[in-house]
């Protein structure tokens, strides 16, 4: 045997045994379609988002007319659709429109019957909706990596959906908890408190006072009875979870479960500046527009504090995750929800497994009754080619899915493929009368530019539908693409390095083709 020959064959055999210890040492992950879980659509409420942002453009305008001196009669957004300004000397309408434009080039401003309309310009509404739904689909990152999930799928569907999939999960009710909770924080000043929403209504007649709101509380056991209190509030928060640095699960003075905060250096700042001035009042500690607390203020408190309330442990966990890893931008609801157990995926491993290895049994029939000793060595190579696809997405954590198996099976018959084509252009030299060892080198060569092409449209269709495709879709395109490339290893050096071998054998070259 030539030394060079020797050398490819060593390659081969280190190569297997690096394979060989990734395959043992780690197992490749599975998907929720083989290993149970649960899959949850979620809606994003874009459109309050961008009501919220008209709302606060009605602020910044009001208060950029009046320094220009104009004073605003009324400033009222409309849904999500537009801003209708009213200002209390009409005839300074065009003059205030043109300072509009000035100062805000992404909205489109028009007047109307003496009211001045802002609307944001096509190009803004399409990056604020891109950008809400890019801060949700990280914020649901972060919330699951807290939790502990491995190998999600958390994947955009269309304009306001979101889907993900959580492998392995086995508490379903608490990560759609975790994952539906909005978690928006704000710490806002305490102006009244009554037990009843009509109450706080009966003490202001001429209508609740400007700038502000009232939000419910949690109901809490006060004497073993359960109370709920409604608290009218500024609705300009102090600091809002935007300013919070990190939250971890702790307990109060009386040993019950409670959050620790820990506020950014900017945010420590107005809330200490906040605080020094409300000594002896409350601050409403509001999440998801649900006072969960309003402890009165007995000193400044700047950078650390902490959440108390009716928590168990695990929900102060839970409150510590989601604050951690930050609010959804936007108000999300659950549109379907699924549940698959183990067992179901356990059916698929097995029959799939079935199938391939029926797919490889029938497949190495054929190639041996039509190649003889070649087609045996293209079972061989095969057999290479799925260690080194397997290797492959152990090494590169792709998840395994029901999809991603259907790719490894349909890689079997994609892969000898690559021999077929080798194989009847080396026989089509061998009919033109070159010898079997010429034959087998000008076969390699000729067969490489036909092969180079299907296997390419294989792997840019396996990339449009990894791009574009969610979850299982992904993990076919994943293996498939994994082991188009494999494949062409396989049969372009493997094969040929076999073939070398058994060109060294005089008395079977009779039975090579």
Known sequence: MKKELQLKLLFIFGLISICLYFVFSKPVKLGLDLQGGMSIVLQVDIDHVIKRQYQQLAQDIEKLLKENGIDVLNAEVKGSEKLVITLLDPTKTDKAKSIIEEKYPNVNVDIEDGTIEVRFTEWELKRLKNFIMQQALETLRNRIDEFGTLSPNIARLGENRILVELPGVVDPERAKAIIGKTAQLEFKEVIDVALSKEELLKRYPEGLPKDTEILEGVPKKINGKQIKEYYLVKKVPIVTGADLKDARATVDQAGNPAVNFELTSEGAEKFGEATAKLIGKRIAIVLDKKVISAP????????????TGDFTTEEANDLAVVLRAGALPAPVKILEERVIGPTLGKDSIEKTLKAGIAA????????????????????VALLINGLLLWAAMVILDVTLTLPGIAGIILNIGMAVDANVIIFERIREELRNGKTLRVAIDEGFKRAWDAIFDAQITTLIAAFVLFQFGTGPLKGFAATLSIGTVTSIFTALF??????????????YLKYAF
Request: glycine letters at 10%; proline letters at 0%; aromatic letters at 10%.
């Open 296 to 307: 009165v203020v007995r000193s400044r408190i700047s950078a650390t504090g902490q959440i």
């Open 360 to 379: 490889l049994i029938l497949v190495g029939i054929f190639m041996i009754w039509r190649y003889a000793i070649a087609g045996f060595i293209s079972i």
């Open 494 to 507: 493997i094969t040929k390095v076999f073939l070398d071998i058994v060109l060294g054998g005089r008395k």
